[in-house]
């Protein structure tokens, strides 16, 4: 095989996906595959095929038959290649590279998007798994304390199977403590590869977006000044691609009540309780204050404490929080970190709705009509 069938070859399935009803020159494979394409050479020993993007060569030895097309079949097929590769250098327009290459990039990062997504929504994810483990680990620790005589027994030989339980007690909660440090740092970093994930996806929405708008501008002027067969090709192929992108994209439109120009939404925490959070896109994460954070039965006895500024500008140790699920309609976020508040915010208002839950969406308030849009990447 020639040194450039193996980058070939990573286009064959591809190949294999253009309609069945395009005559081409078909090549059957003795172990059974087939490869459409048209063929460019043959020698006695080898045979050479085009597969759109690129060329394969392969030893007769290998081949069980070939079946060729017509002229017709030819021109068939070069037309479904500038189809289904229409946004390829090969294919592309002159003038349109610029568009094509965004548009390359574009389904790049969507894949990339997309796995990320998987991975954030696995319930066997690693952050789950690691959060399970603390809780665990967490309760053994606090067994084993509540096994833990009051006062340690004398160091006499009446006391030997007290003093061999307690030491045995104190080595397991020793052990305990190792574990729970080496899974909160663990768990740290996990949610960090998440919060990361979060934003990949959150970047691919925004490009998205944007080159959206960008292209329905080229197209417009396309159709008003009109243009080649191919230059046709490109801009039909690459509508329809886009808008089956943008059917991954879902929306919510959400009331929300104004309170001294400030947005007042209605969120659902962690499954259970309905709070009023006021909108905040400068605010790091959500915030939530100590009586909602009753009213959710958080136990922030083992919560880490952090320094952060509050939106009056005092500085404050707080009890950070990791939420399960932060929800405004049915656009949801898992796994949300916020931070509990000491300050009661007046209003009846139950805190901050940051980026932390933000940062997931596409955000715009319509102030003519009081509604919160979030549009997200939901495959």
Known sequence: ?????????????????????????????????????????????????????????????????????????????????????????????????????EFRALETQRNAAWQELEDLRSPAGRTKELQNELERLDQQAVDCMRSLPPSVPPADGKHRAEIETYNALITRNNALKARITVVRDELIKSQADDDKRRRSVSAYLQVLLNFRTKFEARHDQFRKTGGTKQEDVFFSEMARKIEAYSAEIRETDVPFEAIDRHAIITVRINDRVDARLLLDTGATVVQISQSLAGRLNMDLTRNPLVKVTLADGR?????????????????????????????????????????????????????????????????
């Open 1 to 101: 095989m020639k040194p450039n069938a193996l980058n070939a070859l990573r286009f064959v399935p591809a190949i294999l996906l253009l309609p069945a009803l395009v005559a081409a020159d078909t090549i059957l494979m003795k172990n059974g595959n087939s490869m459409d394409g048209i063929i460019l050479k043959e020698t006695p020993a080898e045979v050479t095929i085009n597969v759109g993007v690129g060329s394969i060569t392969l030893k007769r030895s290998q081949i069980a038959s070939i079946r060729k097309s017509d002229a017709k079949g030819e021109s068939q097929i070069k037309d479904s290649w500038q189809q289904h590769y229409f946004a390829h250098e090969k294919y592309t327009p002159k003038g349109l590279e610029s568009l094509a290459s």
């Open 315 to 379: 500085e404050a140790e707080v009890k950070a929080v990791m939420l399960d699920s932060v929800q405004v309609a049915d656009a949801r976020a898992e796994q949300v970190a916020g931070i509990v508040s000491p300050t009661e915010l007046s209003n009846g208002v139950d805190g901050l709705l940051g980026m932390s839950f933000l940062q997931q969406f596409d955000v715009h308030l319509d102030g003519s009509s009081n509604k919160l849009i979030l549009k997200r990447f939901d495959p």
